[in-house]
């Protein structure tokens, strides 16, 4: 398929396209979470899950191809503004996050996920202690009760976020 774009028959381009816009699917996600997280709520305390962290992180341990760490930087800066945290922080620690966790096949080979559901929340854990200790740089400190509950509620709906990404694999079809 060296041939230029133009010059390729309606058949040969068809595949093309959708399987663009299916790449995007997971980046899309990712960024819906980022609003799910903005949206009001009607809770006694203001603990939403990291859902844009937890999309990332998914993506970039099951299909790190589908989830580059520029498509990070762009849910970090979107789940900054959505939050309401400093600009940055987010935008500088998903990235990382996707790429120690893409890099190199770190956690390739098959492993039972109650495994990958214990590791995951140790890294949700260290991310929150770096954004904290990050935004506590800039302005003052949060309430450690309701950083341990959002911790703990992003570990507990991590399973249903799993779910959500293999869904979208399915739909888009990409092994």
């Known amino acids: 398929m060296s041939q230029p774009w133009p ?18 699917l997971p980046l899309l996600v990712a960024l819906a979470a980022c609003v799910a997280v903005a949206a009001p709520m009607l809770a ?5 899950p990291l859902l844009p962290l937890l999309c990332v992180m998914v993506w970039s341990v099951y299909q790190p191809r589908l ?17 309401a945290t400093p ?3 987010n935008a500088t620690l998903m990235p990382l996050l996707a790429l120690l966790l893409g890099a190199g096949g770190i956690w390739a080979g098959p492993r ?3 495994l990958d559901w214990l590791l ?18 800039i302005g003052p400190p ?10 703990l509620l992003s570990w507990a709906i991590l399973p249903a976020v799993a779910r959500l990404a293999a ?8 092994q």
């Open 142 to 151: 949060r309430d450690p009760g309701l950083l341990v509950a959002q911790t």
């Open 112 to 114: 039972p996920f109650a």
């Open 7 to 24: 010059d390729l028959i309606s058949d040969q381009r068809l595949p093309r396209g959708p399987i663009r816009w299916r790449r995007a």
């Open 167 to 174: 869904w979208t694999q399915r739909i888009i079809g990409i």
């Open 44 to 48: 006694p305390a203001p603990v939403v």
């Open 87 to 89: 600009l940055g922080i």
């Open 120 to 137: 995951a929340g140790l890294v949700i854990a260290v991310y929150q202690a770096l954004a904290v200790g990050l935004a506590g740089l």
């Open 67 to 83: 989830m580059p760490p520029w498509a990070a930087l762009l849910v970090g800066v979107a789940s900054d503004l959505a939050m």
